[in-house]
């Protein structure tokens, strides 16, 4: 009997690696298509001054329009395309179309704030033109390096070595600027602070949270905070989804946050209408209303 239940778990098992492997495989295959097919589409995510609500920078984050999948998030995606390559030419769009993006706003007369774009080690190097990628982008879209940031994991940064560092000493040299995404979830963070040329810190979405039931998180948070500030680095909370949690980091010296409380990550057509506004409503109150991301 025993014998017959392992085999039986052990089919099940096989079976759902089978399915999970397939996926994998097919996903592997539609990314190589995606991009030629305009599957792939930048969504927005404000961030906005706490005490005002003013728009102060917006998150691109990457959404694929699956023909059969249906509406696919980067968790799902982004970890196959950086193992098979596809993550370069997926980062050049990403960097391209945010340019282009800008210089929409632009031509509609509406100014943006500063657009930032997450972007992989993968990206940065195993492909030692990332830089002149970004000269080139920002040319093609008459797009000021002062318009973009580009945030980098701390697991980014812990595998770069010199030849890395130098890239990002010559990004920063074009303009473009450097903010460390999921603060504290990493190693070391603090080598990197002094390390790397970097402006702002984003601190976790899984500190945030924890306000204001964990004490633990509030610590993290309110020590962050203070650190960001003895070196000048600007912060910005992530994943803000409640009215205490948004008391508590005003309190803490927190000035700009990004989260759901706010908006939840939006296309480019309602972020444009976000912009003529310029400020979010704080009647806008996802927590009573969760819509679906
Ligand atoms: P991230 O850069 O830390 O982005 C923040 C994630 O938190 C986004 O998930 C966003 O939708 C979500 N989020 C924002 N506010 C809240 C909130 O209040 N509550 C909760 N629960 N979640 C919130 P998303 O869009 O699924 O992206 C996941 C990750 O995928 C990103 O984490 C980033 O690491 C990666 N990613 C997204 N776009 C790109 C891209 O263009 N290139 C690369 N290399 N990675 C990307
Ligand atoms: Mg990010
Ligand atoms: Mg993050
Ligand atoms: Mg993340």
Redesign the pocket.
Known sequence: RAKDEGRARYCLHSAELDRKVHERVELTNDLRAALDNGEMEL?Y?PQVKLASGQIVGL????RWNHPQRGLL???GF?PIAEKTGS?NA??HW?LDRACQQIKDWRDQGIAPPLVA????AA?LYTNSGYEQFLSESFKRWDVAPGDIEL?L?ESVLMETTQAHGDTLTRIRDLGASIAI??FGTGYSSLAYLSAYPVSRL?IA?QFVLGIPDNASDMVITRVTLGLARELNVEVVA????TKAQLDFLMSAGCTVG????FS??VQAGRVTELLRGGFIEPTVKCDENPAP?
């Open positions: 969504y995510q998150e691109a984050l990457l998030m980067p968790d982004i993550i997926l980062g990403v774009i997450n972007v992989s990206e945030e994991t995404d999921d984003k979405q992530e994943g803000v989804q990004q989260g759901f409380y939840r990550p991301n």
